[in-house]
């Protein structure tokens, strides 16, 4: 047994995630049928023994399939064979009748004090199962929705190259240099052609993100490189200072992973003040069940009462006037990070800049997230 109790720890500390769970569960049958046949029918009956039931259930998700439901199964098949056992054979050792009465009424309360505890565990547990499959049915639909929009980009243009084309056409009949209102509304009509161009095409994209991603181990600090290159013209020009040390290699989708850094970097970069160097500082912290980033600017701040606001779509703080943009940004980034299966959230002072954080969940799969690794991962102060 101890040999038992001393593997389980080390094949998880080895990442082997089934095994030792199967382990756990032949263990805690094996344990009860000893304690049923030591005890006798009074302790199989009424307490452990079906606390078992459910215990597969709980710690196995989706990769053992049916595996699950026969482990259930084993408990009630050792019941049945237990109950033909103490109709033919006394049990090893038993409760003298002759006991006291507080003695046994203790040995009672004592069992059934266990089993609530076990009970509560199994609700808890389980309750935190079906949360999670409802947040992740609703993430689904919201990606479905993203990806049929996909499919209408097309048809939503259309009808901006035609706005767009005949405004030419009456440019080139009615060109006229001196009249300075008719050009202004014509450079109206194209500046709100091509912002809406411009939504669309962010929105096509957000649509799409995550198809041609594939889940690998990532060195952050290549994918971060490979950022900073992509933004490099504007943080020259800004003369910006991105920070970061020693980041973690981590399982996720590369390019979503560099898009949520980009999108980052570049709003802190843009939402300065006009005599301010941008300095941008990402750190990360590591939990048991996910990474945790943050990345840190010296910006403008945000109110606190549009902290969750700005990670809705075409949620914008400034006019295009003050800072250009399409409000799809940062619901860009948390649309990434929902794919992850991590939250992301912000906190911020008018003037003292803006911490920006999300967190990646370690137990990834290709074929999804396994339930019973499915982490619900509260927002932390």
């Not at 089934?18 to 006798?40: A, E, Q």
């Not at 929705?145 to 190259?161: G, N, Q, T, V």
């Not at 900073?228 to 979503?256: F, G, R």
Request: proline content about 3%; some cysteine; hydrophobic content about 40%.
């Amino acid at each position: 047994m101890f040999f038992i109790l001393i593997s389980i720890p080390i094949l998880h500390q080895r990442e082997l995630k089934v095994f030792p769970r199967l382990l756990y569960c032949s263990y805690s049958l094996i344990n009860v049928i000893i304690l049923s046949v030591v005890m006798g029918p009074e302790v199989h009956a009424q307490y452990f023994l079906f606390a078992y039931l459910g215990l597969p259930m709980v710690i196995f998700g989706y990769e053992m399939g049916k595996m699950k439901i026969v482990l259930s199964l084993l408990g009630l098949v050792v019941f049945l064979y237990l109950e033909w056992h103490f109709q033919h054979f006394e049990p090893i050792a038993k409760v003298p009748e002759e006991q006291i009465y507080t003695q046994r009424l203790t040995n009672n309360v004592v069992s059934i004090l266990v089993v609530i505890l076990l009970y509560y565990f199994l609700n808890k547990e389980n309750k935190r199962y079906v949360d999670q499959v409802k947040e992740n049915i609703f993430r689904e639909e919201k990606s479905k929705s993203l990806e049929y929009f996909a499919y209408l980009s097309h048809d939503l243009k259309e009808p901006l190259r035609s706005v767009s084309g005949f405004t030419n056409i009456i440019k080139m009949e009615y060109h006229d240099e001196r009249n300075k209102e008719l050009n202004k509304y014509f450079k109206f009509i194209d500046n709100g052609v091509e912002k809406m161009n411009t939504l669309i095409d962010a929105l096509s994209q957000m649509a799409t993100s995550g198809k041609t991603s594939d889940l690998n181990k990532t060195d952050l600090n290549f994918a971060l490189e490979e950022v900073k290159v992509m933004l490099n013209e504007v943080i020259l020009e800004k003369q910006a200072v991105i920070q970061a040390k020693n980041l973690p290699i981590i399982m996720c989708y590369s390019t979503d992973i560099k898009q949520i850094f980009s999108n980052l970097i570049s709003n802190a970069i843009k939402y300065q003040e006009p005599s301010n160097r941008p300095v941008v500082k990402i750190t990360y912290e590591e939990n048991k069940d996910f990474w945790k980033f943050c990345v840190e600017d010296n910006g403008i701040g945000i109110p606190e009462e549009y902290q969750e606001r700005i990670f809705k779509f075409f949620t914008r703080l400034h006019s295009d006037l003050e800072y250009e943009g399409s409000g799809l940004g940062l619901s860009f980034c948390k649309n990434l990070v929902d794919r992850h299966f991590g939250n992301m959230w912000v906190e911020s002072e008018i003037g003292k800049g803006s911490r920006f954080y999300f967190t990646i969940s370690k137990y990834l799969k290709r074929d999804g997230l396994p339930v019973s690794k499915m982490i619900h991962q509260e927002k932390m102060n």
